[in-house]
């Protein structure tokens, strides 16, 4: 079992940064693949951004590729989302995501285990 608590989020003006972190305990960090989620008001939960577990495979989603930062390290056990250039259409609940084995996945049915989420709001 793997328990998965998000922090870092908050209220944030257009064009600010924030970094979220994920940190993980029970199963073995560095065997799991990680992914950041994220849903808005009346939105479906969409895929922002994954990591292997070596970290040297990431993606994507295009709406913050070049904004946003994904990286983990394995001996705190907890991964990282560095925002910056925020806009108000990043404001959602941010989610972090585990799967087993050692990549991500962009779709979110595949992943095995939640953390309970985060609230991130951009103003402009």
């Known amino acids: 079992q793997v328990q998965l608590v998000e922090s870092g989020g908050g209220l944030m003006q257009a064009g600010g940064s924030l970094r979220l972190s994920c940190a993980a305990s029970g199963r073995t960090f560095g065997n799991l693949g990680m992914g950041w989620f994220r849903q808005a008001p009346g939105k479906e939960r969409e895929f922002v951004a994954g990591v292997s577990w070596s970290g040297r495979s990431t993606g994507y989603a295009d709406s913050v590729k070049g904004r946003f930062t994904i990286s983990r390290d394995n001996a705190m056990n907890t991964m990282y989302l560095q925002m910056n250039s925020l806009r108000p259409e990043d404001t959602a609940i941010y989610y972090c995501?585990?799967?087993?084995?050692?990549?991500?996945?962009?779709?979110?049915?595949?992943?095995?285990?939640w953390g309970q989420g985060t609230q991130v709001t951009v103003s402009s």
């Open positions: 995501a585990a799967v087993r084995g050692r990549t991500y996945s962009l779709t979110s049915l595949d992943y095995d285990y």
